[in-house]
């Protein structure tokens, strides 16, 4: 069983539409990560999460350190927004991540 | 201010070759860690280097190796190419190795074995 499992492995949305991409964790953490990954292979940090919840234009972060579960919110969906979306965990120092496998994100005009 | 850069881009192997990535980090930043990424297994975690030490490692066999020299770049290097060697391989690099430090990745070196 991986240590960070992520739905849905696929999603399409119209444009406009309010997307939710669920992380659920098995192991203590130290921070939850949220990245962008386009097609060619770059991968953006989105949110770097302890606790809370965090925003940055249309996009919001949260975690539930509790339940072991983050999620990844895009309201007013565009096709810009079209990437696979990955969750990550970084447990002790560093940046050894565990990675989720995934979620490819397709908005359609 | 320069991002993550990874050379080369692209890179076609013969199996039994050798190959060596290089990663030049944000300046200022003195942590590299190193990532493999394949369609069968996703994003994998291979090694990372703090002050020029190897501060962790991950599960692959030593064919994969690393360094950081003292400007912080970082060189990775696989040994007796394998054709499942085939991936993208992805750094990325941070301030420090404290906990909770933000990562920047670099746009990735694809390897093709042949």
């Known amino acids: 069983k991986n240590e960070v499992e992520q739905s849905p492995q696929n999603l399409t949305a119209q444009e406009g539409e309010f997307i939710t991409i669920n992380c659920s964790y098995s192991v203590g953490i130290s921070a939850l990560h949220w990245l962008q990954q386009h097609p060619g292979g770059g991968i953006v940090s989105l949110f770097m999460?302890?606790?809370g919840k965090k925003k940055h234009g249309r996009l919001i972060a949260t975690i539930n350190i509790q339940e072991k579960h983050s999620s990844l919110h895009i309201t007013a969906s565009h096709p810009r927004d079209s990437a696979v979306y990955i969750c990550?965990?970084?447990?002790?120092?560093?940046?050894?991540?565990?990675f989720g496998t995934g979620t490819s994100l397709t908005v359609i005009p | 201010k320069a991002g993550v850069t990874q050379t080369p881009r692209y890179l076609i192997k013969t199996r039994g070759q050798q190959v060596t990535l290089s990663c030049s980090p944000i300046?200022?930043?003195?942590?590299v860690s190193w990532y493999q990424q394949t369609p069968g297994q996703g994003l994998q975690f291979l090694f990372e280097?703090?002050?020029?030490?190897?501060?962790n490692k991950g599960n692959f066999p030593g064919r994969f190796s690393g360094r950081q020299f003292s400007n912080s770049r970082s060189e990775m290097n696989v040994s007796t190419l394998e054709l499942g060697d085939s991936a993208l391989y992805l750094c990325?690099?941070?301030?420090?190795?404290?906990?909770?430090?933000?990562?920047?990745f670099g746009q990735g070196t694809r390897l093709t074995v042949v």
């Open positions: 300046s200022g930043h003195r942590s």
């Open positions: 999460l302890s606790s």
């Open positions: 280097y703090f002050s020029e030490t190897q501060r």
């Open positions: 990325a690099s941070s301030l420090g190795w404290e906990a909770n430090t933000e990562a920047f």
């Open positions: 990550a965990v970084s447990r002790n120092t560093g940046n050894q991540f565990y």
